[in-house]
Nanobody, 115 residues
Framework: QVQLVESGGGLVQPGGSLRLSCAAS????????MGWYRQAPGKQRELVAA???????NYADSVKGRFTISRDNAKNTVYLQMNSLKPEDTAVYYC?????????WGQGTQVTVSS
């Protein structure tokens, strides 16, 4: 079992930055794939960024060059650094892990980009 707890969301002005954190209940060394997804009102949940245990990353085209995903195995935490935020980045952001042939999701954290 893996429990994921997100933090770091909030209200930010366009052009601002936020860093989301996803703390796992145990070691993430054995979790090959972790990622951040988001869901805006009335839209489907979509992949934002993903990272594997060998630190290979993948980003949605809409966030390339603005967002950076990273993992700190010593702290069992995955981060999403979000810069140059736009109103269209407004959504609930979810942490995700694939482990033991199962999907695990966090509870989500709201990110609102507005002036």
């Amino acid at each position: 079992q893996v429990q994921l707890v997100e933090s770091g969301g909030g209200l930010v002005q366009p052009g601002g930055s936020l860093r989301l954190s996803c703390a796992a209940s145990g070691s993430i060394l054995s979790i090959y794939y972790m990622g951040w997804y988001r869901q805006a009102p009335g839209k489907q949940r979509e992949l934002v960024a993903a990272i594997t245990s060998d630190v290979s990353t993948n980003y949605a085209d809409s966030v390339k060059g603005r967002f950076t995903i990273s993992r700190d195995n010593a702290k069992n935490t995955v981060y999403l650094q979000m810069n140059s935020l736009k109103p269209e980045d407004t959504a609930v952001y979810y942490c995700y892990a694939y482990y033991g042939f199962k999907d695990y999701w966090g509870q989500g954290t709201q990110v609102t980009v507005s002036s």
